[in-house]
């Protein structure tokens, strides 16, 4: 079935860095966008970032933007966020999502949701 | 940047009572709109997009209507598994996605 798996998740200091990954698989994982989506505990849905199918563009939330970077690997069908300069605001549960257009210019709306990988910033 | 309201933001109803949450726009997302269902412990789930189209799989009693700047979210005859929170999220403006702060539905 169409699945999305996060990992990489974990405890780092505020200052830090911290990787995410996110493997698809049941579907054709370099023809569609993939979202970042994350939320703070006990708090609403926050979207981080999007990276079309083919890698070429790449959007940011501001609350990010200069600190984060999303990439994507199509060869292994995995998605790549790299946090930095990491503050205690970024803690929450960290989703990656499949765009629902294939081929897609722009984004759209998050058909396919992982589980999600927490992320805890402190000292 | 679009920002996004809902109400209520909670809403407590009967099992069979048609509930409504409403979602609005700081600015025409034409029909750029989606909903979205959580429950607790889980990852959201799509319900609608291009407001008013019904995800593959999601029951036929969820509808979604409206344009431009106000929209909603129907349940004709709540159930018991519908007990979760629902977002709304524009996606007009492309290059920074917005969702709403969630509208919390449980059973009386």
């Known amino acids: 079935q169409v699945q999305l798996v996060e990992s990489g998740g974990g405890v780092v200091r505020p200052g830090g860095s911290m990787s995410l990954s996110c493997e698809g698989s049941?579907?054709?994982?370099?023809?569609?966008?993939i979202h970042w989506v994350r939320q703070a505990p006990g708090k609403g849905l926050e979207w981080v970032a999007f990276t079309r199918y083919d890698g070429s563009s790449k959007y940011y939330a501001d609350s990010v933007k200069g600190r984060f970077t999303v990439s994507r690997d199509n060869s292994r069908n995995t998605l790549y966020l790299r946090m930095n300069s990491l503050r205690a605001d970024d803690t929450g549960f960290y989703y990656c999502a499949k765009d629902r257009g294939i081929f897609g210019v722009i984004p759209t709306a998050l058909d396919v949701w992982g589980k999600g990988t927490p992320v805890t910033v402190t000292s | 940047d679009i920002q996004m309201t809902q109400s209520p933001s909670t809403l407590s109803a009967s099992v069979g009572d048609k509930i409504t949450i409403t979602c609005r726009a700081s600015d025409s997302t034409s029909s750029w709109l989606a909903w979205y269902q959580q429950k607790p412990g889980n990852a959201p789930k799509l319900l609608i997009y291009e407001a008013s189209r019904l995800e593959s799989g999601v029951p036929s009693r969820f509808s979604g209507s409206g344009a431009g700047t106000d929209f909603t979210l129907t349940i004709s005859s709540l159930q018991p598994e519908d007990v979760a929170t629902y977002y709304c999220q524009q996606y007009e403006s492309y290059a920074v996605f917005s969702f709403g702060p969630g509208t919390k539905v449980d059973i009386k």
């Open positions: 049941g579907f054709t994982f370099k023809n569609y966008g």
